[in-house]
């Protein structure tokens, strides 16, 4: 274990997920030679280690963001217009299990900006700043999801950039 990592490409999303931290990087959806990544490394009070324990090639695709369930041992990333969950090993090891999509399609100009989930809900934050809220319910390592806003909902009239979700307020705050 090491205080530090260095990365050969730019870092686009971080999260801590219990004993992992889980890195979105790559060169984006240019064509830089850099190839777009997920990957865990393993952490501790004694440090990271100095090699991812698993990783994923993204292709042309740009993880942008991150959230998780620590109590679930998932995560999700934004990425395009899709939301992917992935559940994690305890040795760092993850597979996707489940894909919602939140935009019709994507590009250059519209792309899911953000997410946060909680146990029971996912919302996405677009390029156009739209906002989608979906209900979860988990059985085991199976998802399902149903859309709630039906419509696209214009939350911003720019990119949401943040969104945080307080389930037991009924609070959604999202920020452009």
């Known amino acids: ?3 530090e990592i260095t990365l050969k490409s730019p870092i686009f999303a971080l999260y801590v997920l219990n004993d992992f931290v889980i890195v979105a990087s790559g060169g984006g959806n240019a064509k830089f030679g850099v190839k777009n990544t997920l990957q865990c490394f393993q952490f501790s009070s004694s440090g990271i280690s100095a090699s991812p324990v698993s990783e994923q090639q993204m292709g042309n695709d740009v993880p942008v963001y991150i959230s998780g369930l ?3 041992n ?6 395009n217009n899709f939301s992917i969950f992935y559940s994690i090993s305890k040795k760092g090891d993850f597979s996707e299990i489940y894909k919602i999509q939140s935009l019709p399609t994507a590009n250059e100009d519209l792309f ?3 997410l946060a989930v909680t146990p029971t809900m996912l919302c996405t934050g677009a390029s156009n700043g739209n906002l989608k809220v ?4 988990f059985q085991n390592n199976d998802i399902s999801a149903v859309d709630l806003l039906k ?3 214009s939350a911003h009239i720019r990119t949401i950039n943040s969104i945080i979700v307080i389930p037991e307020k009924k609070i959604l705050i999202t920020a452009s």
């Open 74 to 79: 998932i995560f999700c990333i934004s990425v």
């Open 70 to 72: 620590p109590s679930k």
């Open 151 to 153: 419509e696209n909902t």
């Open 134 to 137: 979906f209900s979860l319910k």
């Open 1 to 3: 274990m090491q205080s």
């Open 112 to 114: 899911q900006s953000c």
